[in-house]
């Protein structure tokens, strides 16, 4: 409910009624914060009262050189008490210095709290509508990766924010669809894709093959799709979703620290 009310308090005149996730979707979210706890317990953090009912919570992890925040909330009933300044406290604490990345709401507290703790916030853009079908072009030289790929695509995660996957990828390899771009030399890819065929993390070698893999999310597209954790950095993803008549909108920051924002590439909210 903490997410659902905060994406109710933001969402924009023009857009869709926020809907509370589905059954299906909390069991994944509660899954994912296993693979949290397994891979990096000591950057996930609860807030309990003195009934000892959990208040807050932020999900941190350490991958290498790099530090990200999975997630992070506090109960509406509960902002504004410091809580959120005392968990954000602890997860910096586990990152120990480390380049750090997540991608942010636009509570105004929250962004507060971020530039204070010395991240510089990229505002994103996100894309949303029915693909028309008749703009897909024809991309070729993609495939489905498998488990061999991701030693490479650690390499290039190194390259574009300082620090592999490593396991993330592995999870998200049981979990998601992964489309690769492996025969071009010079010119990696890789993008995951959900159920519904829409891109939650792509990275690529150069901007050509980072718009092949979205054309090749949208392709497989059903429905209303979204492309989201747009940066300036990466506007080779708007001229995408403006050919397929996509919506252009806003939604948050890509708070960053001690890096740049990656390009190309497009952050998954939750494994950056």
């Not at 992890?61 to 300044?85: E, F, H, P, S």
């Not at 897909?136 to 390259?159: F, I, N, Y």
């Not at 065929?197 to 949208?218: I, K, M, P, S």
Request: glycine fraction near 12%; include cysteine; charge should be negative.
């Amino acid at each position: 409910m903490t997410f659902y009310e905060a994406d109710r308090r933001s969402r924009g005149v023009s857009e869709p009624e926020i809907e509370p996730r589905s059954a299906a979707q909390s069991e994944q979210w509660i899954e994912r914060m296993g693979h949290f706890l397994t891979e990096d317990p000591g950057g996930c953090w609860v807030a309990l009262d003195h009934d000892e009912e959990v208040v807050g919570f932020a999900i941190s992890q350490n991958r290498g050189k790099l530090w990200y925040l999975a997630t992070y909330g506090v109960l509406t009933g509960r902002q504004g008490k410091g809580i959120g300044r005392r968990l954000m406290d602890a997860v910096l604490a586990h990152a120990d210095g480390r380049r750090g990345m997540f991608s942010s709401t636009v509570h105004p507290g929250a962004t507060r709290r971020y530039r204070l703790a010395g991240f510089t916030l990229h505002p994103q853009m996100r894309m949303v509508g029915t693909v028309d079908r008749s703009t897909l072009p024809a991309v070729g030289g993609l495939q489905d990766g498998e488990a061999s790929d991701l030693e490479w695509m650690d390499r290039l995660d190194e390259a574009l924010r300082g620090a592999g996957h490593g396991p993330d990828h592995a999870y998200m390899l049981r979990t998601l669809r992964l489309v690769v771009s492996r025969d071009v030399k010079d010119k990696p890819g890789y993008a995951y894709l959900d159920g519904r065929g829409r891109a939650v993390l792509l990275a690529a070698a150069d901007e050509e093959t980072a718009q092949g893999l979205l054309w090749e999310a949208l392709a497989s597209s059903e429905g209303d799709t979204l492309v989201n954790c747009i940066t300036t950095a990466n506007h080779w993803a708007v001229d995408v979703g403006l050919a397929a008549r996509l919506d252009l909108g806003q939604e948050g920051y890509l708070a960053v620290r001690g890096m740049t924002a990656p390009a190309p590439y497009l952050a998954s909210g939750h494994f950056l």
